[in-house]
């Protein structure tokens, strides 16, 4: 861990017996509660040894529930819940008890901010679900532009496509932005927050007047590819993502571009 910037470590599943709070060789703060089965289960927090003093309260709701308050400025303070929850195979019963469990933890100790993570055991759906093939399905109709109507380069397909897969797309968009926004250069003016190509217009002038003032030969070129959109292979705009540091491994992700 000491290559890593932390502050706070959740543990789950820990299997140590009893209920515990150790100083560690390394001065952090190691804190356990058992499972409900001896040597199985359990949770805890591995508290950076310089945020110690800082420590408002920590407390066990249950075997699977622990919570932990931190005094983050003079004003306000931070609950960490940290969950173990059970596995499907569980009773039902119990998955609720657990749900209970947590909401005593956040009533318990107010705090400013609240953070619940640890080992829910969810299961998201399966990989390949029929829905998903569904987005990528479409209803192709071509709109007439301008010009002869009986050229095919004069139309442009518009694909109606499902709205649940269009929310799914504007939802990644959305969390990607700023990433993709930081990793631009800033020669890049079109299609960004904030920028316009009047700056690009106003240097392109000084380069001409400068070269009419001092008489050099000045060569501008305007390049408009056709169909740039549609002739971006796969591969490339993967390797593009790799480049922005996007994790692009998804094969749901990958699906879908």
Not at 82 to 104: F, K, N
Not at 135 to 154: A, C, E, H, M, Q
Not at 192 to 208: A, F
Request: hydrophobic share 35%; aromatic share 10%.
């Amino acid at each position: 861990m000491n290559k890593l910037r932390w502050d706070v470590i959740g543990l789950s599943e820990i299997r140590r017996e009893g209920e515990d709070t150790k100083t560690l060789q390394s001065g952090h703060l190691f804190y356990y509660r058992e499972g409900e089965q001896k040597s199985q289960g359990g949770v805890g927090f591995i508290v950076h040894k310089s945020l110690i003093n800082n420590i408002v309260a920590i407390e066990s709701v249950s075997s699977r529930v622990v919570y932990l308050v931190l005094k983050i400025s003079k004003r306000y303070s931070l609950k960490i819940v940290q969950v173990y929850a059970p596995s499907t195979s569980h009773p039902d019963d119990e998955v609720e008890a657990t749900y209970e469990d947590i909401s005593r933890a956040i009533r318990n100790s107010q705090s400013h901010f609240t953070v619940v993570m640890g080992d829910f055991n969810a299961k998201l759906g399966r990989r390949g679900d029929d829905e998903l093939k569904a987005w990528n399905r479409g209803v192709v109709i071509l709109f007439f532009k301008k010009g002869d109507k009986t050229l095919l380069k004069n139309y442009r397909p518009i694909a109606l496509l499902s709205h649940v897969y269009k929310l799914f797309s504007r939802v990644i968009t959305k969390r990607l932005e700023r990433r993709f926004d930081d990793f631009q250069p800033t020669e890049q003016a079109g299609f960004r927050k904030g920028y316009s190509t009047i700056d690009h217009i106003h240097t392109l002038r000084q380069i001409v007047q400068k070269t009419e003032e001092y008489n050099r030969p000045l060569c501008l070129a305007f390049v408009d590819y056709e169909k740039a959109f549609h002739s971006v292979e796969t591969w490339a705009v993967l390797r593009s993502l790799q480049r922005c540091r996007i994790d692009h491994r998804p094969q749901l992700l990958r699906s879908q571009v």
